[in-house]
């Protein structure tokens, strides 16, 4: 993710006790039409090393849903620390990820999908 992509300004990460919590983000993409097939298919064969770099960043309780009928497609994660996400791009299994997507979804420059972060405005645990 790069910069203009990214937001974590809006998320606390300490709860009332003052104990480090998970923060939740949520972010928009954009599928290629008649690409949904092919997008399910290539993440339910997610890469060994990819899953476990982003368990090493701290992503947990990650999941992506599809409107089918536009084509939007909205990701939710739990990570301990947001700042952590800023390395992902620096590493090559995430370089070699974004680059074997680009061409089913909206890329960027540096293949790294178009994505738009979203605001939490209610939650009920």
Known sequence: ??????????FSGNNSSGTLSAHRLAFKM???KGQEAEYKKRHDELWPDLQILLKETGVS???IFLEEASGNLFGVLKVQDPMLLDDLPLHPVMQKWWAYMKDIMDSNADNSPVSI?????????
């Open 30 to 32: 954009k599928l290629h």
């Open 61 to 63: 309780d990650y999941s």
């Open 117 to 125: 972060p979203l605001q939490e405005v209610f939650h009920l645990d």
């Open 1 to 10: 993710m790069n910069e203009e992509n990214k937001s974590t300004e809006s």
